[in-house]
T-cell receptor, first 115, second 106 residues
């Protein structure tokens, strides 16, 4: 079991460029999440998905889009990157959101710098 | 969803001592989780405590929950250098506070 994997691990973009971050999980989890973490801060939820083909906005969705075409994958897109999007991005997944099913498994993170 | 607020923001102790960190929240919950984050890594789930539980143990970890005060505490006993990390509580789901940065000094 690889758990939750993220691609790429590091990326440097110029302002205005676009990119897609890929998250994959092999635990057959229904729920997947994208967070960002700025230095010295907690995690803030960007978007999440409660199942294949569904997505929902989190706390800080502006400037990001997501897609969940396959149950095991959750993609995060930046259409026009801005320096304010410089952050570490974490993907997570869980079976559900109730009780022990709500335990989230996290990927190793993607460090993104926008110049 | 609601955010937990961890206290203190930073804690530095000597190896072998116990470390206690606290979490407060605002509205009723069904469960509360604690996570650990080592520097530069993703979060790792430590323990989940349900609203009908007052205390839960896992190895050197002890978590308490007081729903009347809307607070939880995480106690790490006999701390080790490897416990150096940030610790986050998540009341209910999807939202994490800023965490407590714990440093264990050798």
């Amino acid at each position: 079991n690889a758990g939750v994997t993220q691609t790429p691990k590091f990326r440097v973009l110029k302002t205005g460029q676009s990119m897609t971050l890929l998250c994959a999980q092999d635990m057959n989890h229904e729920y997947m999440y994208w967070y960002r973490q700025d230095p010295g801060m907690g995690l803030r939820l960007i978007h999440y998905s409660v199942g294949e083909g569904t997505t929902a906005k989190g706390e800080v969705p502006d400037g990001y889009n997501v897609s969940r075409l396959k149950k095991q994958n959750f993609l995060l897109g930046l259409e026009s990157a801005a320096p304010s999007q410089t952050s570490v991005y974490f993907c997570a997944s869980s079976y559900g959101t109730s009780g022990s099913w709500s335990e989230q498994f996290f990927g190793p993170g993607t460090r993104l710098t926008v110049l | 969803s609601q955010q937990g607020e961890e206290d203190p923001q930073a804690l530095s102790i000597q190896e072998g001592e116990n470390a206690t960190m606290n979490c407060s929240y605002k509205t009723s919950i069904n469960n509360l989780q604690w996570y650990r984050q080592n520097s530069g890594r993703g979060l790792v789930h430590l323990i989940l405590i349900r609203s009908n539980e007052r205390e839960k143990h896992s190895g050197r970890l002890r978590v308490t929950l007081d729903t009347s005060k809307k607070s939880s505490s995480l106690l790490i006993t006999a701390s080790r250098a490897a416990d150096t990390a940030s610790y986050f509580c998540a009341p209910q789901k999807l939202v994490f506070g800023q965490g407590t940065r714990l440093t264990i000094n050798p």
